[in-house]
């Protein structure tokens, strides 16, 4: 851009004081100066240096979307930006916004376009005093991308911060999932205590069919492809935009899927409809995750120290332990290959060791 500008130099405090003048993006004129140089001779490299930097300004302030980029505070910018989620995400997807923002509560008054790297590292340093892992912080860094790159979208598209950390935290603290063998998963499936609750059926389908517990409520009776022994996932009960339970959208495209079943499954369904009354929205499990979390998770703590989501982590590794390409085990679980591979490669590990002990037998 050609800036109107003009440098005058006068004495000043001992050595040579230079003034530029420049019109700005509204026509006015404004000053900088800079002072302490011996000569004239001196001060002109600096004084294009100062006039670049003036010109790269205004053409940046050309550039500004909102003219509040220079006065909205963090929390002010999280609040629009939760709002604005509720219209495009999941429920759950804007509470994990919630969530992440909430760790970041000691730049809440500052500037957004004032933040640097070292507002963010004292929010990590906070984080690592409350003993949060690194994947967990990670995941909080990924969130507030979302909300600098909406900032930029919306308010200064010139903005920058630099979010790469190398985290050092101890993460040996991760709680790990479990897997039951296949002995205790039976001897939990036929356990008094869980065979007696309502909830079983949940239990059951996690534990036989690998299925997400939302995914297991949402399951009706004409997901149930009889003839091709396969059930149908395609919905999943969870909240709603209005904080209300209904049936939904599934987690990822990946988890739209068909998922092969067994007789025994088959003749297992066929008793549990018999001996209870068909809902009217045609659920097969009729019930919400506060029930699961509240009644069966305890049930399953109790005599097998796992959650219901675990039962579903079981059946994935056992499909593992059996030799099924991790391709197949991706599809079926509902996850991308990639997943499968980083969640559940202990498990080829753990079979290479074995194979490793037979060799050491045989040969």
Same mark, same amino acid.
């Given at each position: 851009?050609?800036?109107?500008?003009?440098?005058?130099?006068?004495?000043?405090?001992?050595?040579?004081?230079?003034?530029?003048?420049?019109?700005?993006?509204?026509?006015?004129?404004?000053?900088?100066?800079?002072?302490?140089?011996?000569?004239?001779?001196?001060?002109?490299?600096?004084?294009?240096?100062?006039?670049?930097?003036?010109?790269?300004?205004?053409?940046?302030?050309?550039?500004?979307?909102?003219?509040?980029?220079?006065?909205?505070?963090?929390?002010?910018?999280?609040?629009?930006?939760?709002?604005?989620?509720?219209?495009?995400?999941?429920?759950?997807?804007?509470?994990?916004?919630?969530?992440?923002?909430?760790?970041?509560?000691?730049?809440?008054?500052?500037?957004?376009?004032?933040?640097?790297?070292?507002?963010?590292?004292?929010?990590?340093?906070?984080?690592?005093?409350?003993?949060?892992?690194?994947?967990?912080?990670?995941?909080?860094?990924?969130?507030?991308?979302?909300?600098?790159?909406?900032?930029?979208?919306?308010?200064?598209?010139?903005?920058?911060?630099?979010?790469?950390?190398?985290?050092?935290?101890?993460?040996?603290?991760?709680? =790990?999932? /479990?897997?039951?063998?296949? %002995?205790?998963?039976? @001897?939990?499936?036929?356990? &008094?205590? +869980?065979? $007696?609750? #309502?909830?079983?059926?949940?239990?059951?389908?996690?534990?036989?069919?690998?299925?997400?517990?939302?995914?297991?409520?949402?399951?009706?009776?004409?997901?149930?492809?009889?003839?091709?022994?396969?059930?149908?996932?395609?919905?999943?009960?969870?909240?709603?935009?209005?904080?209300?339970?209904?049936?939904?959208?599934? =987690?990822? /495209?990946?988890?739209?899927? %068909?998922?092969?079943? @067994?007789?025994?499954?088959? &003749?297992? +369904?066929? $008793?549990? #409809?018999?001996?209870?009354?068909?809902?009217?929205?045609?659920?097969?499990?009729?019930?919400?995750?506060?029930?699961?979390?509240?009644?069966?998770?305890?049930?399953?703590?109790?005599?097998?120290?796992?959650?219901?989501?675990?039962?579903?982590?079981?059946?994935?590794?056992?499909?593992?332990?059996?030799?099924?390409?991790?391709?197949?085990?991706?599809?079926?679980?509902?996850?991308?290959?990639?997943?499968?591979?980083?969640?559940?490669?202990?498990?080829?590990?753990?079979?290479?060791?074995?194979?490793?002990?037979?060799?050491?037998?045989?040969?």
């Amino acid at each position: 851009m050609e800036l109107e500008y003009n440098v005058t130099y006068r004495q000043k405090d001992k050595g040579i004081q230079a003034i530029i003048s420049y019109k700005d993006n509204t026509g006015k004129w404004k000053q900088k100066s800079k002072q302490g140089f011996k000569t004239q001779r001196e001060a002109k490299p600096v004084v294009m240096q100062i006039v670049n930097q003036i010109k790269e300004d205004l053409l940046n302030e050309n550039t500004i979307i909102n003219a509040d980029y220079k006065y909205i505070t963090f929390k002010e910018l999280a609040d629009n930006f939760i709002e604005h989620s509720k219209l495009y995400r999941e429920p759950a997807t804007v509470r994990s916004y919630k969530n992440a923002f909430a760790k970041f509560q000691l730049i809440n008054d500052i500037k957004v376009h004032e933040l640097k790297k070292i507002n963010i590292t004292k929010c990590i340093d906070e984080m690592l005093k409350q003993n949060i892992l690194n994947d967990t912080i990670l995941t909080y860094l990924k969130r507030i991308k979302l909300f600098f790159d909406y900032y930029k979208e919306n308010y200064d598209p010139n903005f920058t911060i630099d979010l790469t950390f190398k985290l050092t935290h101890d993460k040996g603290t991760a709680v =790990k999932k /479990k897997a039951l063998t296949n %002995e205790k998963l039976n @001897s939990l499936l036929n356990s &008094k205590k +869980l065979l $007696k609750s #309502k909830y079983y059926i949940v239990a059951y389908m996690s534990a036989k069919c690998g299925l997400r517990c939302s995914e297991v409520l949402g399951l009706t009776w004409d997901d149930i492809d009889r003839k091709n022994l396969v059930i149908k996932i395609n919905k999943q009960w969870k909240k709603n935009k209005d904080n209300q339970f209904n049936f939904g959208t599934l =987690k990822s /495209k990946n988890s739209y899927r %068909e998922v092969p079943i @067994s007789p025994n499954v088959l &003749k297992f +369904l066929d $008793k549990y #409809k018999q001996k209870n009354p068909i809902h009217l929205n045609e659920r097969i499990a009729p019930f919400s995750y506060d029930c699961i979390n509240t009644y069966l998770n305890p049930i399953l703590r109790d005599l097998a120290d796992i959650s219901i989501h675990e039962l579903r982590h079981t059946y994935i590794t056992m499909l593992i332990s059996k030799g099924i390409d991790f391709k197949t085990v991706a599809r079926i679980a509902g996850h991308d290959v990639k997943q499968t591979l980083s969640t559940y490669s202990h498990v080829t590990d753990d079979m290479m060791k074995s194979a490793h002990d037979i060799i050491s037998q045989i040969l």
